[in-house]
């Protein structure tokens, strides 16, 4: 792939990103203005106690707001494996590697490899995080108000049962000087988990806005996305059974939920509009998978990398896909999981053994020494 095209992908994806997080940093804005804390803030603003929130190493680390941590990758990556080691410091408390899906628990220091679009970002688990849904319209569109909120939660995998968590959004006009005297609005989305022998049951609810000013929306939809665990058993949205529905199918009336696979996320959709008086409460069971899942995500986006630098090579030294079945067969796991997700336990199950055998495929490629070495160095990392 030509480096200016990837360059463009991954700060196209990047500006997407952030103009998806305006709610979740607009919220963090006005706490800033009521605190004097920056949005960003270091370490050892949070953790004063903790030597390593002092130490250069560390230093580039910094807190996005109250529930993301990043530390950003400013080492020049290895131009022969394409990846770059990090040292991370994760803090107390259990976080979840947002792009990989791998949960840590802290105070420990990690090595992890990165390629050039992945970004550490790290989401304190339990934690609720309003998002826009991500479109090219949105850019520079700020301060409009989304008339939909994807509300992103990341269940602790190791909780301490029950568990709970909430999360308070803060909107205004956007424009004028009347949030000085009060013209504003806040709700508030809790959380909150438990769990028996066979499964999980988590609550997400919205809660009654407080507070109003002029132009706020007389009503709202929300999507509910659970990142990191199966297909659920059953969800209810106010009581409402909500029915599976092919990611790919046309919109319902009623609520449903689809299956993201490749990164185990449930996304539940078409819930009822949400009123400024009124509550959305949406319960889900969830089976336990027996296993540790985390990190799935990191290792599924590994292997369609690998795929498409492999593909590249038609016409140059060309690998025929017959010479990586293993890395074909590993990679479509997630996209098995989002066609039928009743599949997912067995299919996860069986997975890390198909991704052996992938990382074992990759170390006799028959492919050019420098792109061999890059697919090995992807899948083994």
């Known amino acids: 792939m030509d480096l200016s095209s990837e360059n463009y992908e991954i700060m196209r994806d990047a500006m997407l990103l952030r103009s998806s997080l305006v709610p979740y940093l607009y919220t963090a804005?006005?706490?800033?203005?009521?605190?004097?804390?920056?949005?960003?803030?270091?370490?050892?603003?949070?953790?004063?106690?903790?030597?390593?929130?002092?130490?250069?190493?560390?230093?580039?680390?910094?807190?996005?707001?109250?529930?993301?941590?990043?530390?950003?990758?400013?080492?020049?990556?290895?131009?022969?494996?394409?990846?770059?080691?990090?040292?991370?410091?994760?803090?107390?408390?259990?976080w979840v590697e947002w792009f990989s899906?791998?949960?840590?628990?802290?105070?420990?220091?990690?090595?992890?490899?990165?390629?050039?679009?992945?970004?550490?970002?790290?989401?304190?688990?339990?934690?609720?995080?309003?998002?826009?849904?991500?479109?090219?319209?949105?850019?520079?569109?700020?301060?409009?108000?989304?008339e939909t909120l994807h509300l992103l939660v990341f269940p602790p995998v190791n909780m301490q049962s029950p568990f709970t968590s909430q999360?308070?959004?803060?909107?205004?006009?956007?424009?004028?000087?009347?949030?000085?005297?009060?013209?504003?609005?806040?709700?508030?989305?809790?959380?909150?988990?438990?769990?028996?022998?066979?499964?999980?049951?988590?609550?997400?609810q919205v809660n009654p806005v407080e507070g109003a000013f002029e132009?706020?929306?007389?009503?709202?939809?929300?999507?509910?996305?659970?990142?990191?665990?199966?297909?659920?058993?059953?969800?209810?949205?106010?009581?409402?059974?909500?029915?599976?529905?092919?990611?790919?199918?046309?919109?319902?009336?009623?609520?449903?939920?689809?299956?993201?696979?490749?990164?185990?996320?449930?996304?539940?959709?078409?819930?009822?509009?949400?009123?400024?008086?009124?509550?959305?409460?949406?319960?889900?069971?969830?089976p336990k998978p027996g296993f540790d899942v985390s990190g799935f995500r990191k290792k599924a986006r590994r292997l369609m990398k690998a795929k498409t630098l492999l593909d590249n090579q038609w016409g140059i030294k060309t690998v025929y896909q017959s010479d990586f079945d293993h890395i074909l067969n590993a990679g479509e796991t997630g996209r098995k999981m989002t066609y039928n997700p009743s599949l997912s336990l067995s299919l996860l199950s069986t997975f890390p053994s198909l991704y052996k055998a992938a990382v074992n495929e990759s170390q006799y490629l028959t492919a050019d020494p420098a792109i061999q070495l890059q697919t090995y160095s992807l899948l083994s990392s």
């Open 29 to 94: 804005a006005r706490k800033a203005y009521d605190t004097g804390i920056a949005i960003l803030s270091p370490l050892y603003y949070r953790f004063p106690e903790a030597e390593e929130a002092y130490l250069d190493e560390f230093m580039n680390q910094y807190f996005f707001g109250d529930q993301i941590m990043v530390a950003p990758v400013t080492s020049p990556l290895n131009t022969t494996t394409g990846l770059v080691l990090k040292n991370i410091w994760i803090p107390p408390g259990t």
């Open 101 to 146: 899906g791998q949960s840590y628990t802290g105070p420990q220091t990690i090595t992890s490899s990165y390629t050039l679009d992945e970004i550490p970002v790290f989401v304190q688990a339990g934690s609720i995080l309003p998002v826009a849904p991500q479109s090219t319209n949105s850019i520079g569109q700020a301060q409009k108000l989304p």
């Open 167 to 204: 999360y308070s959004l803060y909107e205004d006009d956007g424009d004028s000087e009347e949030y000085h005297t009060g013209v504003y609005a806040n709700t508030t989305f809790l959380f909150s988990a438990s769990e028996d022998d066979n499964q999980y049951i988590f609550t997400v």
């Open 215 to 286: 132009g706020m929306l007389k009503s709202r939809n929300y999507e509910v996305h659970l990142v990191g665990f199966l297909p659920p058993d059953q969800i209810q949205a106010n009581g409402q059974n909500a029915e599976y529905q092919n990611a790919f199918a046309s919109s319902s009336s009623t609520p449903t939920w689809t299956y993201e696979g490749e990164t185990l996320t449930v996304k539940i959709a078409n819930l009822p509009a949400v009123q400024p008086e009124n509550t959305l409460t949406v319960k889900v069971s969830v």
